[in-house]
């Protein structure tokens, strides 16, 4: 059974701090993705990693950096947390394929509030 | 430009009613895919269909139908006998390069 796990449900933070959100799957998956889930926004990507090391950014990247240490973990950093950045966190996983790039396998969100 | 539109925010319906959930797409891509992804109240998003653009045959699997139409830009999906445990938002995307653009989503309500 595919898994993508996150290493937090919920997350308080305060203005200022570092945050860092964890990602792991187990599926020997190529790509992962960061998005955030904003109400009335939908789904907006982050970034994104083809490969160990390698990231891109996709299309909110301000404020946000990332890190792909080991294949199976993506990390999402906020280097000085706003409170604008209050969101529920996605991440998600797939083949390097080309048709199954889009059959993204997602975890279950973390919800970040910054106060 | 590359974009998905889900024009309805929010429908309810009473169980046992048929609902179609509209997505619309823009792309000058001769080749690209389509999704639909289904998100509970648990919050994790699951995967629900893939469509590449040379296969426009709908597809049926149990009570859930995909209605594809290129000449309109349209990848439609209908419920038939909804049930409560249909209540979810669900996301229509489309494949951009490397990325998948997703539309804001429709939540469905199923009354009892």
């Known amino acids: 059974d595919v898994k993508v796990t996150q290493s937090s449900r919920y997350l308080v933070k305060r203005t200022g701090e570092k945050v860092f959100l964890e990602c792991v799957q187990d599926?020997?998956?190529?790509?992962m993705f960061w998005y955030r889930q904003d109400p009335g926004l939908g789904l907006r990507l982050i970034y994104f990693?083809?490969?160990?090391?390698?990231?891109e950014k996709g299309d909110i990247p301000e404020g946000y950096s990332v890190s792909r240490e080991k294949k199976e973990r993506f990390s999402l950093i906020l280097e000085s947390a706003s409170t604008n950045q209050t969101s529920m966190y996605l991440c998600?996983?797939?083949?390097?394929?080309?048709?199954?790039?889009?059959?993204?396998?997602f975890g279950p969100g973390t919800r970040l509030t910054v106060t | 430009a590359q974009k998905v539109t889900q024009a309805q925010t929010e429908i309810s319906v009473v169980e046992k009613e048929d609902v179609t959930l509209d997505c619309v797409y823009e792309t000058r891509d001769t080749t690209y895919y389509l999704f639909w992804y289904k998100q509970p109240p648990s919050g994790e998003l699951v995967f629900l269909i893939r469509r590449n653009s040379f296969d426009e045959q709908n597809e049926i699997s149990g009570r859930y139908s995909w209605n594809f139409q290129k000449s309109t830009s349209s990848f439609n999906f209908t419920i038939t006998a909804s049930q409560v445990v249909d209540s979810a938002v669900y996301f229509c995307a489309l494949r951009r390069d490397d990325k998948i653009i997703f539309g804001k989503g429709t939540r469905l309500h199923i009354l009892p």
């Open positions: 990693s083809y490969d160990v090391k390698m990231k």
């Open positions: 599926m020997d998956h190529e790509n």
């Open positions: 998600a996983s797939s083949l390097w394929a080309s048709g199954a790039l889009g059959e993204q396998y």
